[in-house]
Nanobody, 125 residues
């Protein structure tokens, strides 16, 4: 069992930056591929970014490519999402997820086994 806790959300003006963190419990963090997803009110959960176990491979959603960067520090059991050039349409609850069986990062929510509770990001225009 892995517990994930997100932090770093908040209110920011358009064009600003935030860095989200997701810290995992346990000693097996390095065995999981990690992903970030988001969900805005009335919309389906959307893939944002994912990273493989060793941080050698990353994947991004089209809407965040070039603005967001995912990274991880296995020694700290933490995955990060650096968000730059934020837009009002980035407003959503952001969730991190861990995939136990994933050898490569996945964009599919059902591929992930554990989820955090989410952190709210609000971008004002």
């Amino acid at each position: 069992q892995v517990q994930l806790v997100e932090s770093g959300g908040g209110l920011v003006q358009a064009g600003g930056s935030l860095r989200l963190s997701c810290t995992a419990s346990g000693r097996t963090f390095g065995r999981y591929a990690m992903g970030w997803f988001r969900q805005a009110p009335g919309k389906e959960r959307e893939f944002v970014a994912a990273i493989d176990r060793s941080a050698g491979l990353t994947v991004y959603g089209d809407s965040v490519q070039g603005r967001f960067t995912i990274s991880r520090d296995n020694a700290k059991n933490t995955v990060y999402l650096q968000m730059n050039s934020l837009k009002p349409e980035d407003t959503a609850v952001y969730y991190c997820a861990a995939g136990r069986t994933l050898g490569v990062p996945s964009i599919v929510p059902d591929d992930y086994d554990y989820w955090g509770q989410g952190t709210q990001v609000t971008v004002s225009s």
